[in-house]
């Protein structure tokens, strides 16, 4: 018998062995070379075969500590993020129930001797008799899903005995627990035993029928009761096609990706997900329902996820939008962004709605506009004019602000016209309000001034 450790050093010596066999070389009396030991055809294949039992022997007894440990690490992955980390969108408290089951499973293989090749393997999972024993006595024995420590509860139809209310194999002193029956309200059953887990309900039974069966099995086995039955119904709706299309298909993170990390609450976000993966969204489909959700309002008209739209008020494709009205020198309404990226509404319907709001506002600049000039793209030999004279940014300049914006609207109603060049500069120098006087140009124009000046004056005395 060895440690887990020494198991592991032994598996990975025999590996190395192994691919020592792969490299193989030829004599040229026909015989098979490996590390410089001479093999004939036979002798070859007999080591490649013994070599070959012995891994998967090894392989067989280090399996269940492995899975164990990559259980914990998952769980640990999970519970630090649910909604990241679960395609499912665990709630906080079941993945941390997870977290607590994996320990103790990791925990059970604490000085587990695992068995050598030609050695006869110990009890399952690597446990001595004696460690097998303890777990019996504590009511784990494994079998089916749900079984529970050893205790007294009553269940639906009175006391089930030492064995408890699981439906699995019996526990305690071996009385074995008869199988309770699913009863016709089983569903609002299983919404008491995982409220935040509700969605399930929702996939559709047609297309992912081993989930229905799943959940009917949960609320049998009574899987609520301790941490190890909820991580065993976990680990099992993990193995369903729902789950595995889903982590295949990879639709939370496609979600991500046309929607940014848009903070949903996790029990609407897994409902969601849930239609998603029924109705078989994608693309552009996915990307105008998940904006969709970010936007839904329950029956009293308040937002369901307000987190979620805070967020994404933040998003580049949020502000794309919204930044189509600021190119006219307009404002694009909450409702118009939400409606476009519902795919209610296009980009072009957008722009072409700002077209017309311009257009009317500045009915001079009407030809200009009809030629797919924004008021940005007008005003722009404008600012940089003005960021040239005044000396500063060019981006902190606003002409929609009505102190620049007269450049491009001047004159009398009626007859409004865009300021020529040197309306423009002259109006820059003069008003007060752009300060152009304590700008280095001004002071270089006064100190030039006053020169000159000075020579004129020399020159008449």
Known sequence: MATVDQAEQTLRQL????????????????????????????????????LDKDIKFLESQLRPVREATAGLLRAEEVAANPITESPTGLSQADANAAVVAARKKVAQFEGAEIALPGETPVAAGGRTATQREGLRRRGQVAGGFGATPARAPTGPTGPTGPGGAGGGAGTGAGTKTPTTKLPANWENKFREMFPSQAWLLDIDRTKYPDVAKLLQKGVINRAWETPESQARFVAEFNNTTFYKELATTGKVRAIKQLIGDAGFDSTPFNAFVTKAMNLGWEGDTLKFEAYREV???????????PTAVQRVQKSNDYLSVAGIGKAYFNQVSDDTVQKTLMGDMTVDDVQRQQREITKARYAHLSPLID??????????SFRTQAAQLLEVDPNTIDMSRADYEVALNFGEEGK????????????????????????ENAKQEARRLAESFRVAFGRVI
């Open 15 to 50: 590996q190395e062995q192994r691919a020592e066999l792969d490299k193989v070389t030829v004599s040229p009396e026909g015989d098979y070379v490996v590390k410089g030991q001479r093999l004939t055809a036979a002798q070859l294949r007999a080591r490649a075969s013994k």
């Open 295 to 305: 936007f839904r309002k329950d029956d009293t008209g308040n937002l369901v996820n």
């Open 371 to 380: 030629q797919g000039l924004t008021m940005d793209d007008i005003a722009s």
């Open 416 to 439: 409004k016209r865009v300021m020529t060049n040197g309306e423009w500069q002259k109006l820059l120098r003069s008003d007060k309000r752009y300060k152009w006087d304590t700008t």
